[in-house]
């Protein structure tokens, strides 16, 4: 399931937070945006029932964990992505990326040495 942009926002909260409440999740959105209370609240009810997040209701506040891998919803993101913007050629993705020189070099250092591993892996043995 491809969450909309504001439930991946939320979603990047609690990847790198782990399980928090509305009011952690609102905070730490309001530091960039301005969000409201409740919009924050239906939110995350509506992903809970969409299977995106899990909730523990023992305490009176309701806890909200990721149900969903940030790898694999990255994963699935980004084939979406290069499956609709750039007709499925990962090589024309990486191509307007570089092409636009806003890779540091250690960036690109590391770009060259995942493509060298690549490589390797593919190499007859």
Do not use: C
Request: aromatic residues 4%.
């Amino acid at each position: 399931m491809k969450p909309t942009d504001s439930e991946l926002e939320i979603l990047q909260v609690l990847w790198a937070n782990g399980p928090s409440t509305v009011r952690q999740v609102h905070d730490k959105l309001s530091q960039s945006r301005e969000i409201g209370y409740t919009t924050a609240l239906k939110l995350m009810q509506i992903m809970h029932e969409k299977g995106l997040l899990t909730r523990d209701e023992d305490n009176r506040s309701h806890t909200y964990t990721a149900a969903v891998d940030e790898e694999a919803t990255q994963q699935s993101l980004l084939d979406r992505f290069v499956e609709t913007a750039f007709r499925g050629s990962a090589s024309k993705l990486v191509m307007q990326l570089l092409g636009q020189h806003k890779a540091s070099k250690e960036e690109l250092d590391e770009i060259k040495n995942l493509l060298n591993q690549i490589d390797a892996d593919h190499k007859p043995r």
